[in-house]
Every structure is written in structure tokens, then in C-alpha cells.
């Protein structure tokens, strides 16, 4: 306490012409207008910027919140665009009973392999969540696979980079369709096979799928052509295919239903079982 007096002798001076100093400087502003709201700028700008370390601090910590947002978000734009489509080159008689063909269900990938010969991913959705055996899978970038094993809350998708891995793809430009096969290698690249050599086939051109199975709608992006090749029969080209999904790094995924499916398969096994 004798120490906090003897401070305010010592400086007594100095404190009172702080004090005048700050008394002259309430006076000033609070009478002159440009000096008031200079003041309050000048506030609002400092306590602004508190705020915005504040939020960034927080958004920061809230990332995986918004992340997860964010692929909702586009689940829903996915759905959106794929029923759209549909609708307008589907449109019946009765609008009223128009029926969207695909729903989509965002996923997380938990585990993924790239290297081996028969590479496969696992995802945190299974029947649960309306998941089965062949549906198509895909991320923002285009197909990742094909899901061969679900239980209650996972599946294991069959990668695009798996020897087994057959897809129906074609090229945008042309509308001429192979299949898109991997042999192993990089896993940057697949083959699209049976494109027949009179197609124009140049490098760059776009690869999607053609839509003619239940699994994947048409038009999913796949890749593009990197480099192309006579096959060894010389009537079909090789095309290898620069895919647009970085399959070494895949975090969320989407998990399609064709709500056609079924109906259409029952239809195809009834005419196998005639012939």
C-alpha cells in the first residue's frame, strides 16, 4: 500500500497531466462531430478486427463441421442435377407421378488401397444407410468403383484400379463406348478397350460413362485420353485414359442408387432365362 502512494508522488505530475489530457480529449470529441465519429471509426475498425481473429479462430476448429456441410450440400446439388436431367428427357403423361431415377448417399472413405492388383475402398455407409451390392460410387471428380460387400454400417467398394474392374465408358465427343479396364501400373491411368479404329480419336478428348448398365447414370466423368494405340487385331484401339480422380487420395464419396434397377434387371434375367 506504501508502495502505490509513494507511486503517486513520484509521478504526480505526469498523472495529472493525463488526466487533463484525457478530460481535454472527452471534451473534444464529444463537441465536434468530425472528431466523434473519426473516434468511433476508428473503434468499430479495432473491435472488427478482434471479431475476425475471433471467427477465424473458430472456423478454423469448425473446419471438419463445415466440411462435413459442405458434401451434404453437394449431395443434394448432385441429386438435383441428376433428377433434372432425367425429368427432362423423361417426362410422362402425368407429372404428378414423376419419380426421381438416382439418389445419391454422401460416405466417408475410412480405407483405401492403390497399389496392389485388386484394389479396393472402404466406406463408412452400408444397409443401413439404403447401401447394396452394385452400386456405383463416385466423388465430385468422377468414378471411383463399384461396391461388392456391404454389412449393417460399412461397404467395400471394388476400386476402378482393380484387375477385375469393368466399366462402360465412352468417349464424350462421339458416343462411341468400350469398357474401361485397369492393368495394373499407375494408378493415374486405365484402358478404355473395343473402340473401333474408324472413330476420330485424338488426345484430351473426354471419357464418361454411357449409361447402359443400372449401376453408373451417363455422363459421369471418368477421364481423358492421354495416348491411344492399334490393339494387337488392329480393328480396336487402346486408349489410355488419364483419370480425373486422384485415386491415391479419396475422402468422401458418393454412393448412387438407381431406383430403377431392380425392375430393370428382373426384366433382362427373364428374357436370359427364355433363351
Known sequence: MRQIIFFFIRNKNSLLFLLLFLISLFLTVNSHS???????????????????IKQNVQDYFNLKTQNTLLVEENNRLRELLSNRNFSRNNIPADSSNLLPNYSYVQARVINNSFSRSKNSLTIDRGTNDSLAIDMGVVSSKGVVGIVNSVS??????????????????KLKNTNH???????????????????????SVQKGDTIVTDGKSTIFPEGILIGSIED??????????ELSIALFNDMTKIAHVYVIENKAAAEIKKLENALEDVE
Open 177 to 199: 463406348f468400350g469398357t474401361l479396364i485397369w492393368e495394373t501400373g499407375s494408378p493415374y491411368l486405365a484402358t478404355l478397350i473395343d473402340i473401333p479404329r474408324q472413330v
Open 152 to 169: 449393417a454400417n460399412y461397404a467395400t467398394v471394388q476400386s476402378v484400379l482393380n484387375t477385375n474392374s469393368q466399366i462402360n465408358a
Open 34 to 52: 468530425f472528431h466523434r465519429n473519426k473516434v468511433a471509426t476508428s473503434a468499430n475498425f479495432f473491435s472488427g478486427g478482434i471479431y475476425s
Open 228 to 237: 491411344f494405340k492399334l490393339a494387337a487385331n488392329e480393328d480396336y484401339y
